[in-house]
C-alpha cells in the first residue's frame, strides 16, 4: 500500500470551472485518474456557486489511477514525481499521462 505522503501531488491543475481548484491548486483531498479509455480527472465538479476542498495550502495527491496504459502507472497507482491537469472538451485531463 502506498502511504498517503509517497502518493504524487497535483502540481497544477488550469481547469477553473472545477470546484477544487482555487488559483490553479487542486484543494481536493485526492484524486481520480481515468477510465479505461480516457485520462480524466473523475474528482472535477462543476459547480460555480460553491468552492469545495480542503484549505490550509494543502495541494491534492492522486490517489488512484485506472489507467494501466499509462507508464506511469504501476498496479493502478500512479509514480510520476507529479502531474499537471488541464482542460479538455467537457471535462479535466491529467496532462502527464503518457502511452507505455
Do not use: W
Amino acid at each position: 500500500m502506498t502511504a498517503a505522503v509517497e502518493m504524487p501531488r497535483v502540481q497544477e491543475c488550469v481547469v477553473a470551472a472545477c470546484s477544487y481548484n482555487h488559483t490553479n491548486d487542486c484543494h481536493a483531498f485526492a484524486i481520480t485518474i481515468g477510465s479505461p479509455d480516457h485520462a480524466h480527472c473523475h474528482t472535477f465538479i462543476e459547480m460555480p456557486a460553491v468552492r469545495g476542498g480542503v484549505d490550509g495550502g494543502m495541494t491534492a495527491q492522486v490517489g488512484a489511477c485506472q489507467r494501466a496504459d499509462c507508464r506511469h502507472n504501476e498496479q493502478l497507482e500512479c509514480h510520476a514525481p507529479s502531474i499537471k491537469v488541464g482542460p479538455d472538451n467537457d471535462m479535466a485531463d491529467c496532462m502527464t499521462y503518457a502511452s507505455r
